[in-house]
């Protein structure tokens, strides 16, 4: 498995925000292509980020035995909503973050 950290900042949210991802190895994936591979995406609750489901799950053996690829998103205190602000994590979640990942 491979763990990801990247930090980027969505148009959507217009700020820098820390993303995890983790990879199967390559040889367990090489004859599935691309786009049918399975993804599963985590989100955090209120007080912790992305890197929480690492740290206090067993996701790594998961993800391995089932080749999944895991997307863990930071979104801080959000509630994984639009803001009336101009921050759009719903936004982010649902059009942005898989438009990204392709």
């Known amino acids: 498995m491979a763990l990801f950290r990247i930090d ?3 148009r959507t949210v217009k700020m820098n925000l ?3 991802l983790l ?3 390559p040889g367990q994936m090489q004859e599935i292509p ?3 591979r ?20 067993a996701i790594e053996t998961i993800a391995r035995n089932y ?3 895991v997307v863990m998103p930071s ?6 909503v639009d803001q009336p602000n101009g921050q759009a994590y719903f936004s982010y979640l649902m059009e942005e973050l898989p438009a990204y990942l392709r």
């Open 8 to 10: 980027h900042t969505p």
């Open 18 to 20: 820390p993303l995890y």
């Open 23 to 25: 990879l199967p190895d």
């Open 34 to 36: 691309l786009m049918k």
């Open 38 to 57: 399975k993804v599963l995406y985590l989100l955090h609750g209120l007080s912790d980020d992305g890197s929480a489901w690492q740290r206090f799950s």
């Open 67 to 69: 080749n999944l690829v």
């Open 75 to 80: 979104v801080g205190r959000s509630f994984y």
